[in-house]
């Protein structure tokens, strides 16, 4: 009889881009049931058709009564498919799984943290977040990070006991499908073909959510320095408007004189990827920054405030540029220096897309899942 895992996540978007390769590979040796708020977002269809998926109607912000109605149907879903271990991912469905869990007795509660909200906020707001955190740690029985640095940060804050976080393998949640992301260089030539620009123009690029943590205003600042000196070099941002912030960014890079060009989300993030020449990601948190090692597996090399999770998935001045936290003029320097620079960028890019393929690929990365339950439930027999 196969042993059953649960695995709980607040919305689709987090199990299609960090959970479905992972899924797909457990659940050949697992009975695997996932519970997730499918209306929020559509699942990926080859996890749909591959495993159960049970709808609990949880949500990304606060509520107290909708939250205590979702705990109680994790309860439910627990106390019906027994299973041997539950899996939780993102603050609010690591709080209600791991509670949920422990109340109806589930033997291995396990949550892998991939980045700390809390981590840019002050006052109330940031102790109830980095108290969730810790109420996630405490009910767990296995925790997991998916970097490094992002264990190290958890244990100062005293989030977790030092030693009782690890990373599987050499980190990062989902890994890098290479297979997938890659260099392209026809592709490359036909999509900006289609978009209507040279080869030779200079792209920097943004892929991510449209918030305010990645730093999207302070890279409409960056880019218009460049401008200044380099009229021609263009940013494109690509991804999801979710803070409900593209039209007041537009209108700011236009009042800057800043090129930039909008995309908007994308299934297919590796086609402006491959097209583009130098990735940028000021974002002032992250748990690892899995696009950093999307956009290097394509060759493209990366700029990105020095953060917890991103030093893990750049090193400075061998797979890209680091710069201090919030400082727009370093960035814009370090946008020059790249663009200006062909030899240092492709350098960059080459030792970037080697270490993305041998260190961080998906299949490496599924590997670790699965030897980490393999060795979770023979420990248990």
């Not at 707001?125 to 767990?140: E, G, N, Q, V």
């Not at 600042?221 to 408007?241: E, F, K, R, T």
């Not at 020059?336 to 030792?351: F, K, N, P, S, T």
Request: charged share 20%; net charge neutral; aromatic share 10%.
């Amino acid at each position: 009889m196969k042993s059953s895992i649960c695995f709980v996540a607040t919305t689709p978007f987090a199990v299609n881009a960090f959970l479905s390769t992972h899924l797909l590979a457990l659940v050949q040796e697992y009975d695997i049931t996932l519970c997730v708020n499918t209306t929020a977002y559509p699942l990926d269809a080859a996890i749909g058709r591959a495993i159960k998926v049970r709808h609990v109607d949880i949500e990304r912000k606060i509520s107290p009564y909708l939250d205590l109605l979702t705990l109680f149907q994790l309860m439910y879903c627990f106390l019906d498919v027994r299973p041997s271990a539950v899996h939780s991912m993102t603050p609010k469905a690591g709080l209600l799984a791991m509670l949920s869990a422990l109340l109806v007795g589930v033997p291995w509660r396990i949550h892998s943290f991939t980045g700390q909200v809390w981590s840019n906020k002050t006052g109330a707001a940031r102790l109830l977040m980095k108290t969730i955190d810790h109420l996630i740690a405490l009910c767990a029985n296995k925790v997991f990070a998916d970097s490094e640095s992002q264990c190290r940060f958890l244990e100062e804050n005293n989030v977790v006991k030092r030693g009782s976080v690890h990373v599987l393998g050499n980190g990062s949640v989902a890994g890098v499908n290479v297979s997938r992301f890659n260099p392209n260089p026809s592709a490359r030539i036909e999509f900006r073909r289609e978009i209507g620009i040279s080869n030779e123009d200079l792209v920097f690029i943004f892929v991510g959510r449209l918030v305010r943590d990645k730093g999207v205003y302070d890279l409409v600042d960056a880019i218009s320095l460049v401008n200044s000196y380099h009229p021609q070099w263009q940013l494109w941002m690509v991804g999801p408007d979710e803070d409900g912030i593209r039209a007041e960014l537009e209108k700011r890079s236009l009042e800057l004189g800043a090129r930039v060009c909008w995309f908007g989300p994308t299934p297919t993030p590796e086609c402006y990827l491959r097209a583009a020449d130098i990735f940028v990601l000021p974002s002032f948190r992250e748990g690892f920054g899995s696009v950093i090692i999307e956009a290097a597996a394509c060759g493209v090399p990366s700029i990105a405030y020095r953060t917890e999770g991103v030093v893990d998935a750049i090193i400075d001045l061998q797979t890209g540029l680091l710069v201090e936290k919030g400082n727009v003029q370093a960035l814009a320097s370090a946008m020059q220096r790249l663009g200006i620079d062909q030899c240092l960028r492709l350098q960059l890019g080459e030792a970037s897309r080697f270490r993305a393929s041998h260190l961080f690929s998906s299949i490496n990365v599924t590997d670790s899942w699965q030897i980490f339950y393999s060795g979770l439930f023979q420990s248990q027999a």
